[in-house]
């Protein structure tokens, strides 16, 4: 029987009956062999950070997290591929040394990229999309036990647009080959001022600014502003707000901030124009209700479309609202009371963070839907990369 096994914030605990942690692909490849045999499910986990229980199984818990490596950089056309154990940071470094970047991170980088990549995970920028969008190609341990490569210029764009956002349902990741920017650095600055400020000016701070957020503590009301450009570029002074940070560096090394504070989060993707009528309800349900009992944020941040199946931001610019508690407070009374809001205003869930939402309002919510459950039913036809949340909740298998 394995240890027990928890996620990030702690909200998610259980057993597995199996936690293997391969050292090599032939390795990862007999273990799933092995499953298949004995009739047993699998599930891949990344670093851990989800807290929707896309990895909880009582089945076979695989860890790549010793696949770190890097290789067949191709610096002219800015890819790579690399091993899918490695995190953010560390690939981000690692990248860094050939010259090579992600385009952005979310707010921490402690995520693995594979996991980052199969959720949909973002940063912030109305030009900048989605982690997923780097994928460009993998090898893949496949229901069947055997190993393939796939590659977008290969098996198609309407194939790899449905893999990007895939939850871990068509198979086991051991290399990703992505498609990455040359190195480049950027200012970070981070400002202070009332929240009424933020949204009068807040189309010009989403427009003229490659990376801009604002979180709101309910608390008081007061904001923070983040905001990244290139040396010189985009907004440098803001006379409403005051300056309370400042940093520059490579962007990998800038973009993601360090988080020793542990928390539960709920996050909805947005049409980018709901945004603002979201938040002004978001934040007045808030101090109505729960300005006493809530100690943490709620972060405003924007991403570009994408068209990726089951991509929160399939077909439109998107804003993102999440809300934390901190964690170890309760959080699910705060949460559903939220929750409506974000679905009156034509919300996604976050795949990797708190929702309740069940498989018949989640499929009405992407076009392609049905694209998306016809492959992944081909690449998985009898279900040995599923768990009870996807099966039950998510795809409304049984
Ligand atoms: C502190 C913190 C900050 C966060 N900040 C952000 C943020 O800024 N923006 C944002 O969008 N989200 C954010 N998140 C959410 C987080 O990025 C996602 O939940 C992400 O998926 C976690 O990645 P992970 O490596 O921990 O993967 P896990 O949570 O372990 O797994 C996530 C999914 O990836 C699949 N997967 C992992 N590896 C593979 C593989 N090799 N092959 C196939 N499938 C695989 C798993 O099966 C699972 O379905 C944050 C979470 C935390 C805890």
Redesign the pocket.
Known sequence: MAEIWS???GSLKFTPGELAEPGSEEEAKTIVEKALEEGRKI?????????SP??VTNSVLLS?GKFKSVENVDRENSTAWIG?GLTVKEGGSKLLEHGLSLHNT???D???I???I??????TGVKLK?LSSMLIGCRMICADGQIREFTEEKDGKEFFDALRVS??SF????KMKLRLQPAFELERREWCTHTDNCLEHLDELISKNRNFDFYWYPRSDLVKLRILNEKGKGMQTLDYADCVEEKSGWAIDVLPKE?DLKFD?M?YALPLEAGPDCFREVRKRIKDRFRKTVAWRVLYRTIEADDYHISPCYGRDTVTISLHQNAGFPFMEFFQSIEPVFLDHGGRP?W??KHTLQSSAIRKMYPKWEDFFKLRAEMDPRGIFMNEHLEKQIFGLR
Do not use: F, P, Y
């Open positions: 996620n990030w914030s599930r891949v986990a990344g670093a851990g950070h989800s807290s896309l990895v790549l899918t979310g707010d921490v402690i995520q693995c594979s996991g980052a199969s959720t949909g995970t973002h940063g989605n939850l871990g198979g086991i990741m051991t988080r989060e996050e976050h990797g963070k």
